[in-house]
């Protein structure tokens, strides 16, 4: 485990779930200071995370970015709060996935359920009842991915994570990836902090997932956050 690291980005990108909320999702006041600090010293900040547009959108307004946020685990993107959604995942292949698991469960007398189905584009999420294993084993020879966040299962399409929109992001915007401090928790987090310049994660997270970083926080969820970024932006705090 790394308890410290050295580089110096210009930007931030950050998951949600885990890692700016405990395990309730309540969100930690200190991080949203801590991103308000950033964003007002003119470092952007993008939010990446399962959830749809729609709730991005008012978490980003009310936590106070620029709106630029991935969404769907990486299936949709947006640049700022004037840009369009784009869509990246094959949702029909994630829905043709879920069909055979709901069926698989209906035979068993339980039933799956499906969280913002409505406004979902490219991936699909459901209620973490049932076993994600069993879930990979049911789809095994299928073109999704299987996402455990410990909040959700998420089927999304084999090829498209966080990174896939974080680089498109920075191809549009004419950044490097290098540029960025990525900061997460999960599994759905490790192609993201591989892709930035530097990584950390909150000490929440898995063995695997640490060993993807350049540090790990002893602390968690949001304060691990916020001692990520106080550990690469001393001269901010």
Do not use: W
């Amino acid at each position: 485990m790394n308890t410290y690291f050295s580089c110096d980005p210009v930007a931030v990108i950050t998951d949600i779930d885990g890692t700016l909320t405990d395990e309730r999702r309540r969100i930690s006041t200190a991080a949203i200071e801590c991103i308000r600090t950033l964003t007002d010293s003119g470092i952007p900040v993008i939010l990446a995370s399962g959830n749809t547009l729609c709730s991005m959108t008012m978490l980003a307004k009310m936590i106070g970015t620029d709106g630029t946020v991935i969404c769907e685990n990486g299936g949709t993107y947006r640049i700022g709060f004037d840009g369009d959604e784009r869509v990246i995942g094959d949702i029909s292949a994630c829905r043709k996935a879920f069909s055979l698991v709901e069926q698989f469960y209906e035979k068993q007398g339980e039933i799956l359920q499906l969280y913002s189905s409505e406004y979902r584009f490219a991936d699909v999420a459901f209620a973490r009842t049932v076993d994600p294993d069993t879930v990979r084993k049911l789809l095994s020879d299928s073109p999704v991915r299987v996402l455990d966040t410990g909040f959700a299962i998420h089927l999304q399409a084999e090829g498209i994570t966080k990174a896939t929109a974080f680089l498109n992001i920075c191809e549009e915007t004419g950044r490097n990836p290098e540029e960025f401090l990525a900061v997460g928790d999960s599994h759905n987090d490790i192609e993201m902090i591989q892709a930035a310049g530097c990584g950390a994660v909150v000490r929440n997270c898995s063995d695997d997932v640490c060993s993807v970083a350049d540090y790990t926080s002893e602390k968690m969820y949001g304060e691990g956050f916020v001692d990520a970024v106080k550990n690469v932006f001393p001269s901010l705090f």
